[in-house]
């Protein structure tokens, strides 16, 4: 995901696994996870839209938090009073389940972002974003600037589409085509 022009920023823990670059909706956090302190549970909480009512309020999109943790990573909240960021707690002992990365997970695309992460939401009017393939449905109209976009929900349109960007036959509008590549079919599209 790119960012080209932005007009708001905000943290946010994830409830759900999403993929980066899908279009989330802010949420109630449901509780504290695994920060010890208490000092995350006012950060809201995202998910992807379940409903048409939902995907009408999907003025977000997500992606990886900034970190400047050395590697390898594993995507789990950190324990700021253990050592090692969680390694020498015999309950994260051995690592079986985790995706490590060995580079930051926002230098590659269309990762998943575990349930319980901190994340950054970007959205506003006048944002301008691009997203590669896979995180729209395509559609030859969409290579026309200007094409209206709609944000998929999982009632309408599955699970597996939850979050991406679609024409507009119904629904509510949140976004328009800026322009989109041919050659690495990425689509840049500004938030209404």
Sequence with gaps: MEINKTQD???VKTIEDIVEGRMVLLTTNPGIGTDLTGMLSDVPGVKLPDTTAEAARARYCITWQVDNR???LVAWPSYPYALRQGFDQTANTPI???T????YPGYQESQTIPSGLLSLAYGGDGTVLTVPSGQYVYDATMQVPGTRL???DTATDGAGSAGML???ASGTEIAEVERFSTTTYALTFRLL
């Design 70 to 72: 050395e590697p390898p």
């Design 166 to 168: 679609a024409i507009v």
């Design 9 to 11: 920023i905000t943290g």
């Design 150 to 152: 709609r944000a998929c």
């Design 96 to 98: 079986t389940g985790r």
């Design 100 to 103: 490590i990365y060995l580079t």
